[in-house]
């Protein structure tokens, strides 16, 4: 595990990251819900990550292993970077709130988000913002924003784990990566 590795979260069962695989995922192989970063600070690994329940928070890698339940895969950007600047980015922005609208007109970041204003949008581009396969607006999404009162952000520009593993910045390094709970 390196500074800036990137760990992306298999599909959990839970609604939320089905609807989010379901809306983003047009390969059964790569079906991602939830990505989060490794920042070391001086030898020990720190998880770095937006959450809906905690907003954007660091873990250190040890505790964050203990409350993960599901799939991991390690990936890794081809190219280098700054490891400083990435450190200072991802901690100017701990404490802020999660964007449950994933709008980019509101406050906070979800996780892909953070992952690309932590790295200075230097190595993802944002797309067009789909909420359903083929164009279309899946029911789940239409419930989720009448709830929360927004309107959904079709076609806003945004990023989701799977976009992000699709522009082609990354290597697979260790897939199933948690199963070991690797140090």
């Known amino acids: 595990m390196k500074n800036g590795d990137l760990l992306f979260f298999r599909k959990d069962s839970n609604q939320l990251s089905k609807a989010i695989v379901n809306s983003t995922s047009h390969n059964k192989a790569i079906q991602y819900d939830h ?13 770095y990550e937006a959450c809906p329940k905690y907003g954007v928070r660091k873990t250190s890698f040890i505790n964050f292993t203990k409350d993960i339940n599901s799939n991991i895969d390690l990936y890794r950007l081809k190219t280098t970077f700054n490891t400083q600047k990435l450190y200072k980015e991802a901690e100017s922005y701990l ?21 690309y204003e932590s790295f200075e949008h230097r190595f993802f581009h ?7 396969p083929n164009h ?5 999404w239409k419930k989720y924003y009448r709830k929360i009162g927004k309107k959904i ?9 799977n976009d992000m593993i699709k522009q082609g ?8 990566f948690m199963i070991e709970k690797v140090d």
Do not use: R, W
Request: negative net charge; aromatic residues 14%.
């Open 126 to 132: 944002l797309i067009p913002m789909q909420f359903g």
């Open 169 to 176: 910045s990354l290597n697979l390094i260790k897939a199933n």
């Open 153 to 161: 952000p079709l076609n806003k520009p945004g990023l989701n784990p």
């Open 136 to 140: 279309t607006i899946d029911n789940y």
């Open 95 to 115: 404490g802020l709130p999660y964007n449950h609208s994933f709008s980019p007109d509101e406050p906070g970041f979800y996780c892909a988000d953070f992952i």
């Open 35 to 47: 990505v989060a970063i490794i920042i070391y600070n001086g030898k020990i690994p720190y998880v």
